[in-house]
C-alpha cells in the first residue's frame, strides 16, 4: 500500500549504544529474532552499528526513537541501564532520541532521587516502570510504587508502565504479572497523571483495550504486538484504536526486537482507519510528549 509517511515517532527503541550492548539488556531485547525465524531481526542490531540504526531511521521516517530506561535490579536476564547514560545518549543525540528514566523498584528512592536530578534535562519526556517483571513483581497499584507516580506528577511527566507476559517470564515470573487490571486503579487514583501501557499488556489485549477505554489518562502503547504480521491480539488493539481509542494509541517498534523498516510497514498494513494513522505515529505522541515536529 502507498502512504505518505508522516515524522513518526518510535515510542520504544533502545539504540546500539555501549549503555545497553556492553550488558545482558541489548542480547535479551533481540529475544524474538535469536530464537524465532519468523523475526529476521535489523541488520544495525546483530551489528550493534548506531550509524546503520540512524540510516533505518530516515528510511522508515523515525523522527524519534523514545529510550524507555530499564532498572531491574538484575531481575532474570533483564539487566539495566544507568539514567545518567540515558542522559548522555539524549543530548548527544538530541534530534534523535528521546528518554524515560528507569526506576528501580528495588531501590525507589535512588530512582527518585534521580528523577529530581534529571527531570528537567533536555529531551527526557518520561519515567519508566516494570512491576510485573522486577525481581519482586508486584502490580501497579501497589503503595511501593505511588512516591513514583506523585513525582512523575510533581515533574509533569508521564509514566511508561511496561507490561508483557515475555517480559514477566524473562524477569522469572508468570505471565498473569503482565495484566493490566491494576492499571485502572492507578489511573483513577491519579486522574492527571498520564500512564503509557509500553508492550500492552500483551497477550491481555482486550482487558488493556477495556481499562483504557474507561480511563482517557491511559496510552497503548502495543509496539511491536500490534506491528508483527500475524502477531496473535494484534487485531484487538487495532479494532480497540478503530472503535474507542484513536488518541489513546501509540506506535513503536520495540527496536532491537523489531526490524524498524519492517514494523513500520507490518503496522500499515495491520488494518488501522486511514484517518487515524497520523495519530498513532505521531500526532498522540507529540501531544503527549510537547513535541514540535515542525
Not at 510497514?265 to 494513522?277: P, S, T, V, Y
Request: hydrophobic share 40%; with cysteine; charged share 20%.
Amino acid at each position: 500500500m502507498t502512504y505518505m509517511m508522516p515524522p513518526i515517532v518510535d515510542m520504544r527503541l533502545r539504540p546500539p549504544i555501549p549503555a545497553w550492548t556492553r550488558g545482558s539488556v541489548f542480547r535479551t531485547a533481540m529475544h524474538y529474532p535469536r530464537k524465532m525465524i519468523s523475526f529476521k531481526g535489523a541488520r544495525s542490531a546483530w551489528l550493534e552499528d548506531l550509524d546503520i540504526l540512524f540510516e533505518e531511521m530516515d528510511s522508515s521516517s523515525i523522527r524519534y526513537g523514545v529510550l524507555v530506561g530499564r532498572a531491574s535490579s538484575g531481575a532474570g536476564n533483564l539487566g539495566g541501564v544507568e539514567n545518567r547514560e540515558i542522559v548522555e545518549a539524549v543530548n548527544t543525540y538530541p534530534d534523535r532520541f528521546l528518554g524515560f528514566l528507569g526506576v528501580d523498584l528495588d531501590d525507589i528512592d535512588r530512582g527518585l532521587a534521580e528523577i529530581r536530578e534529571y527531570a528537567s534535562e533536555t529531551n527526557i519526556k518520561g519515567v519508566s516502570i516494570e512491576p510485573g517483571s522486577a525481581r519482586d513483581p508486584r502490580w501497579s497499584d501497589d503503595a511501593s510504587l505511588d512516591p513514583v507516580y506523585q513525582a512523575a506528577l510533581e515533574h509533569d511527566l508521564p509514566v511508561s508502565i511496561s507490561l508483557s507476559g515475555l517480559l514477566s517470564v524473562l524477569g522469572g515470573h508468570d505471565i498473569t504479572w503482565s495484566s493490566p487490571v491494576s492499571i485502572q486503579r492507578v489511573a483513577q487514583k491519579y486522574p492527571d497523571l498520564k500512564i503509557i501501557v509500553s508492550h500492552a499488556a500483551w497477550p491481555y489485549a482486550a482487558e488493556m483495550v477495556v481499562v483504557a477505554m474507561a480511563c482517557p489518562n491511559i496510552y497503548v502503547s502495543p509496539d511491536l504486538y500490534a506491528a508483527t504480521k500475524d502477531m496473535i491480539c494484534a487485531d484487538t488493539y487495532v479494532k480497540g484504536a478503530n472503535m474507542f481509542l484513536e488518541n489513546q494509541t501509540l506506535f513503536g517498534s520495540a527496536y532491537p526486537v523489531k526490524d524498524i523498516q519492517e514494523a513500520v510497514r507490518d503496522f500499515l498494513d495491520m488494518g488501522w482507519r486511514q484517518d487515524i494513522i497520523p495519530k498513532i505515529l505521531y500526532g498522540n505522541a507529540a501531544k503527549l510528549l510537547k513535541l514540535d515536529l515542525g
